[in-house]
């Protein structure tokens, strides 16, 4: 249905700062029209509110293991092949914790709340991360389509259930010698260095089966599409079905090409088949629509952070 190659205009339009504005006043405009949003919120929209995986952060909480093990990022770190289940978990136990139950550094997806809260919303994201509901977003308005952090689940997996890991988490860190701060935050006494193993009773293990545990994250045949993840798929088809025919905006949010299908494809196509549907890509280098439907979208090229706030003050002018 679509070009092969989408077309670059929408990008290169709003690469000199007056057309951007316009852009912004443009959707602000259109955010004040519409019926509902259906928000789609990819990996950018994270990185934005500082949750990165490299760089000070990652060297702040993972720099043991990266003089043993030389790598450079939290996520190569979570494919690594770790002798013992003890020391997997000590890794996964950081990891865990500062993107899932720590605050975001910065406040981008509360301005994105701020933005919709008033409005008839659902929110699609291939995101783990659990930001939408720290921010204040109705968790019945929300579909993790990929897994959450909070979750463990069977790695073979024996049955179709998972499981909230807060307090499993916080005692394996705990047991690495960090204390969790009154705001959430990680420390070290001082003079103590991180132990990089947890205790062999806080690993894991499925209570049906006796199999490790594994993360509630999509990865290969063996993720769990537990109930919550079917009701909230559920959520969504129904809020499309009952909004269809009306002024939708599909707003897409820092999505890349990793998964576009889930996304960026459905949009596309929603966009172009109902009649009132608008489409608008807020990205960073990526922000364009093709052709078939760039007479009905608004793509802005930028940090999605600066973005959403440049549409809060044009909101308060």
Request: charged share 25%.
């Amino acid at each position: 249905m679509f070009s092969k190659i989408a077309t670059m205009r929408s990008t290169d339009a709003y690469w000199d700062l007056s057309e951007r504005k316009n852009g912004i006043s443009r959707l602000r405009e259109a955010l004040d029209k519409a019926d509902a949003v259906v928000i789609g919120a990819g990996a950018g929209l994270s990185t934005s509110a500082g949750f990165v995986y490299t760089g000070e952060r990652f060297d702040r909480y993972f720099h043991d293991f990266a003089e043993k093990y030389h790598f450079r990022d939290m996520y190569s770190g979570g494919f690594h092949p770790y002798d013992t289940l003890e020391e997997q978990w000590a890794y996964w136990s950081r990891y865990i914790y500062i993107n899932r139950y720590m605050e975001a550094p910065k406040p981008v997806y509360h301005k994105l709340y701020d933005l919709v809260k008033d409005k008839e919303y659902f929110v699609l994201t291939t995101n783990v991360d659990h930001c939408f509901q720290k921010a204040g977003f109705d968790k019945k308005r929300l579909f993790y389509t990929q897994g959450d952090y909070g979750l463990f689940q069977c790695s073979r997996p024996c049955h179709q259930n998972t499981y909230d890991n807060e307090t499993v988490v916080r005692e394996m860190i705990e047991a690495q010698g960090y204390v969790i701060d009154a705001d959430g935050t990680l420390s070290l006494p001082k003079g103590i260095s991180p132990e990089m193993m947890v205790p062999s009773d806080l690993v894991p293990h499925c209570p049906k089966c006796g199999e490790p545990m594994s993360m509630n994250l999509r990865a290969d045949h063996t993720f769990v599409e537990d109930e919550g993840w079917h009701m909230a798929s559920e959520r969504h088809a129904e809020f499309l079905h009952r909004h269809q025919g009306r002024k939708v905006m599909f707003l897409e949010a820092a999505v890349g090409f990793n998964t576009p299908a889930i996304i960026k494809y459905s949009f596309w196509r929603m966009a172009h088949e109902w009649k009132d549907a608008m489409y608008v890509c807020l990205n960073y280098g990526e922000a364009y629509a093709p052709d078939e439907i760039l007479e009905k979208s608004i793509c802005i090229n930028g940090d999605i952070g600066e973005i959403l706030y440049q549409l809060s003050k044009e909101g308060r002018n």
